[in-house]
């Protein structure tokens, strides 16, 4: 599995809570998907040094949304930007 998280797509979408709201992109059995994970402040660390590898968003958040494909549609997008406001 392939991830990598998008820093800057929190800031967008999460205000305040920038640092532990991720967009998360990857690849499970040649299926590429997207996932929102809210990560737990005490596991922020682990979490960051495990990008890039094979990881069960699970163990270190609460994954929000996921899709199939390589980024979230607009409306997933929009959606957290409504939360945040």
Known sequence: M???AEGSFAKKIAGSR???LFLVNGKSKKLE????????RLKLDIF???LGGAMRMQD????????YGSEPPE?????FR???A
């Open 18 to 20: 920038n640092d532990l």
């Open 82 to 84: 409504t939360k945040a």
């Open 48 to 50: 960051k040094r495990k």
């Open 2 to 4: 392939m991830i990598n």
């Open 75 to 79: 409306s997933v997008l929009e959606e």
């Open 33 to 40: 998907y997207w996932c929102i994970v809210a990560v737990d």
């Open 60 to 67: 270190y958040g609460k994954v929000l949304k996921w899709g």
